[in-house]
T-cell receptor, first 115, second 111 residues
Framework: DADVTQTPRNRITKTGKRIMLECSQT?????MYWYRQDPGLGLRLIYY???????NKGEISDGYSVSRQAQAKFSLSLESAIPNQTALYFC??????????????FGPGTRLTVL | AQSVTQPDIHITVSEGASLELRCNYS??????LFWYVQSPGQGLQLLLK??????LVQGIKGFEAEFKRSQSSFNLRKPSVHWSDAAEYFC?????????FGAGTTVTVRA
């Protein structure tokens, strides 16, 4: 079984709709992250969380919100989707015990298309 | 703020030939550096990382990288490329408990 799972894997939606992307992990890691990947731009950090009570904005948080429902679950919401949010979204986790810059483990990604 | 530059958007290499991917970083303190690989349709997988110590780092799949502080570089190398190495490669620098990624280099392997 995959350690970091994302649902759905693919989603097509319309402008103005609210969308939630979900991430679950069985690695027991404290830290969780949401990134988006766009061609030519690499991965950019949207939000990150170091524990259930800790939520932090990344470099491109506008238009997004997150919820850390449990240590193992971290959801990303698009309140009102727009076409330029079409991208590949990745969830990642890392172990706090490993130090400030321990390896991040990535999920398989969610491909979101906003029409 | 930290940043990463990968100067080569796309590299084509023949199977069996050597490969070098360039990475330059900008960070004021001692950097934590990573190389990740993304195969088509997959998530990212860590190839190797550098925190301190020996500046030549060995990773998985036969890859290695060399940290050169004077050049602010962390270039990735493989002596002999296999067709399965066709993928996108990302360099990243760690700071403030976060990673900043470069734009990536796509590697095509020709027979």
């Amino acid at each position: 079984d995959a350690d970091v799972t994302q649902t759905p894997r693919n989603r097509i939606t319309k402008t103005g709709k609210r969308i939630m992307l979900e991430c679950s992990q069985t690695k027991g890691h404290d830290r969780m992250y949401w990134y988006r990947q766009d061609p030519g731009l690499g991965l950019r950090l949207i939000y990150y969380s170091f524990d259930v009570k800790d939520i932090n904005k990344g470099e491109i948080s506008d238009g997004y919100s997150v919820s850390r429902q449990a240590q193992a679950k971290f959801s990303l919401s698009l309140e009102s989707a727009i076409p330029n949010q079409t991208a590949l979204y990745f969830c990642a986790t890392s172990d706090l015990a490993g130090g400030p810059h321990n390896e991040q483990f990535f999920g398989p990604g969610t491909r979101l298309t906003v029409l | 703020a930290q940043s990463v530059t990968q100067p080569d958007i796309h590299i084509t290499v023949s199977e069996g030939a050597s490969l070098e991917l360039r990475c330059n970083y900008s960070y004021g303190a001692t950097p934590y550096l990573f190389w990740y690989v993304q195969s088509p349709g997959q998530g990212l997988q860590l190839l190797l990382k550098y925190f301190s110590g020996d500046t030549l780092v060995q990773g998985i799949k036969g890859f290695e990288a060399e940290f050169k502080r004077s050049q602010s570089s962390f270039n990735l190398r493989k002596p002999s490329v296999h067709w399965s190495d066709a993928a996108e490669y990302f360099c990243a620098v760690g700071a403030d408990y976060k990673l900043s990624f470069g734009a990536g280099t796509t590697v095509t392997v020709r027979a």
